[in-house]
Nanobody, 121 residues
Framework: VQLQASGGGLVQAGDSLRLSCAASGRTFSDYSAGWFRQAPGKEREFVAFVSWNGGRIYYGDSVKGRFTISRDNAKNMVYLQMDSLKSEDTAVYYC???????????????WGQGTLVTVSS
């Protein structure tokens, strides 16, 4: 599966932004998907997970209540709606496929190229 993320940009604190991830490959709908982010000088952070059919959804603690993940298997798309953005949300956001919980962390088998989100305070 190949993934192409888009929708990043420069916004002000409190604004909303929606990221999109277009996937190619026949197996997209068979596996989970998710979003991760990496801020400058920091490690990659788990943001959100959605199971293959959308029945299970999980969020990282820092985005709970503000971000919403969704997927449309008919269109091979995954979305991340980000509301009430904060300056600490500034990062490169990566969509991922076949996301799994490993111990206390998360990992994925396929990654997109990332889209930059910058939130000014």
């Amino acid at each position: 599966v190949q993934l192409q993320a888009s929708g990043g940009g420069l916004v002000q604190a409190g604004d909303s932004l929606r990221l999109s991830c277009a996937a190619s490959g026949r197996t997209f709908s068979d596996y989970s998907a998710g979003w991760f982010r990496q801020a400058p000088g920091k490690e990659r952070e788990f943001v959100a997970f959605v199971s293959w059919n959308g029945g299970r959804i999980y969020y990282g603690d820092s985005v709970k209540g503000r971000f919403t993940i969704s997927r449309d298997n008919a269109k091979n798309m995954v979305y991340l709606q980000m509301d009430s953005l904060k300056s600490e949300d500034t990062a490169v956001y990566y969509c991922a496929h076949d996301v799994n919980k490993l111990g206390s962390g998360w990992s994925a088998n396929s990654w997109g190229q990332g889209t930059l989100v910058t939130v000014s305070s």
